[in-house]
């Protein structure tokens, strides 16, 4: 039986080290000290360094030191047994000095003889750039004294900056999810649904003078700037059908 016992299980033990060794996200298995123990390849590649050089490193030297201290905090409280698992994003060294974003997902095993921390990085570099050019995007949006809108090719608007605010009286709340024809006369209706279908054609309308309504139906003269935005290009938060609209005030020409 124990002869038995012993060679089903190394199929099992096979199966788990191809599954480490073929991962495409970064795998190391450290003790409760830090010290990595076993690195896969998918690690080495990301940060550069062959499996050896990993070895002779404790898991900290990897980040900077305000990044490698909130890890280490962490680190020490799954030590301690308050915590079996955390997930940090956070920076990392490549061999080359330069900085990379990774999502560390760390957890133990209790194990016998003795515990083990396996730690899984997924570089997220791609991702976390994106979302700062976003942020930048969205507070120079935000900060413009042009009042900036986008609203889908349905024409709801989505988005309503500080310049729109004080250009027609609306609070963010009140504009959001209403029908842009909400601004529009009336009498330029058809007009506004013959700008919808030079959008939907891939059309930009640039410094087009036409005519809009504040919250307190006073007729604003402005020269407006329509472009379709694709989510696809720089990984725009807003849906591919938006459009953004920063009219000019010119009441008084």
Same mark, same amino acid.
Request: with cysteine; net charge negative; hydrophobic share 35%.
């Given at each position: 039986?124990?002869?038995?016992?012993?060679?089903?299980?190394?199929?099992?033990?096979?199966?788990?080290?191809?599954?480490?060794?073929? *991962?495409?996200?970064?795998?190391? =298995? @450290? %003790?409760?000290?830090? &010290?990595?123990?076993?690195?896969?390849?998918? /690690?080495?590649?990301?940060?550069?360094?062959?499996?050896?050089?990993?070895?002779?490193?404790?898991?900290?030297?990897?980040?900077?030191?305000?990044?490698?201290?909130?890890?280490?905090?962490?680190?020490?409280?799954?030590?301690?047994?308050?915590?079996?698992?955390?997930?940090?994003?956070?920076?990392?060294?490549?061999?080359?000095?330069?900085?990379?974003?990774?999502?560390?997902?760390?957890?133990?095993?209790?194990?016998?003889?003795? *515990?083990?921390?396996?730690?899984? =990085? @997924? %570089?997220?570099?791609? &991702?976390?750039?994106?979302?700062?050019?976003? /942020?930048?995007?969205?507070?120079?949006?935000?900060?413009?004294?042009?009042?900036?809108?986008?609203?889908?090719?349905?024409?709801?608007?989505?988005?309503?900056?500080?310049?729109?605010?004080?250009?027609?009286?609306?609070?963010?709340?009140?504009?959001?999810?209403?029908?842009?024809?909400?601004?529009?006369?009336?009498?330029?209706?058809?007009?506004?649904?013959?700008?919808?279908?030079?959008?939907?054609?891939?059309?930009?309308?640039?410094?087009?003078?036409?005519?809009?309504?504040?919250?307190?139906?006073?007729?604003?003269?402005?020269?407006?700037?329509?472009?379709?935005?694709?989510?696809?290009?720089?990984?725009?938060?807003?849906?591919?059908?938006?459009?953004?609209?920063?009219?000019?005030?010119?009441?008084?020409?």
């Amino acid at each position: 039986m124990k002869q038995g016992k012993t060679q089903a299980t190394r199929p099992a033990n096979r199966l788990f080290y191809d599954a480490f060794v073929g *991962s495409p996200i970064g795998i190391a =298995v @450290e %003790d409760l000290e830090g &010290r990595l123990l076993f690195v896969n390849p998918a /690690l080495c590649t990301l940060l550069g360094f062959s499996e050896e050089e990993m070895r002779k490193k404790h898991c900290v030297e990897f980040s900077p030191p305000e990044d490698a201290e909130k890890d280490w905090a962490c680190f020490e409280q799954l030590r301690a047994g308050s915590i079996n698992r955390y997930q940090l994003d956070k920076r990392f060294f490549r061999r080359d000095g330069s900085l990379i974003w990774g999502r560390l997902r760390i957890s133990r095993s209790n194990s016998r003889p003795c *515990s083990l921390v396996v730690a899984m =990085v @997924e %570089d997220i570099t791609e &991702r976390r750039t994106t979302q700062e050019d976003l /942020l930048r995007h969205a507070a120079i949006v935000e900060s413009s004294q042009d009042a900036i809108v986008s609203q889908s090719l349905q024409g709801v608007i989505r988005t309503w900056n500080s310049g729109a605010r004080q250009m027609f009286g609306y609070t963010e709340e009140e504009a959001i999810g209403q029908p842009i024809f909400t601004f529009i006369p009336s009498e330029l209706q058809d007009e506004e649904n013959e700008i919808r279908k030079r959008l939907a054609a891939g059309e930009r309308i640039e410094n087009y003078e036409t005519v809009r309504i504040s919250k307190c139906d006073k007729s604003i003269y402005v020269a407006i700037t329509v472009s379709p935005s694709d989510s696809k290009k720089g990984g725009s938060e807003f849906p591919p059908e938006s459009v953004a609209i920063p009219p000019t005030d010119t009441a008084h020409r």
